[in-house]
């Protein structure tokens, strides 16, 4: 293993562990308004809207850090390269 690849795989490390840190606070935040919501009027269900918004932001959080593009090869490059003709 190069020094690289042991930086990169650190740094996935680091960007998970933000990603559940993240989704935690989600989770109690949101738990929290609910609460808010339920003691108070119990009404209109208005702690919707800051699920929803933070929802879109966690879920692209979790599809920047879970769903990567792999690595472009070599092989991959030269395949293109040939299929263009050059």
Not at 19 to 44: D, E, K
Not at 69 to 75: L, V
């Amino acid at each position: 293993m190069t020094e690289e690849q042991r930086q990169r795989a650190i740094g996935l490390i680091q960007a998970k562990r933000e990603f559940w840190r993240h989704f935690a606070v989600y989770l109690v935040v949101n738990a929290f308004l609910v609460l808010i919501w339920a003691l108070t009027s119990g009404g209109y269900f208005w702690p919707v809207w800051p699920i929803l918004g933070w929802g879109i932001g966690v879920a692209a959080h979790a599809v920047r850090v879970y769903v990567r593009p792999a690595e472009i090869s070599e092989a991959q490059i030269d395949r293109e390269l040939d299929r263009l003709g050059s």
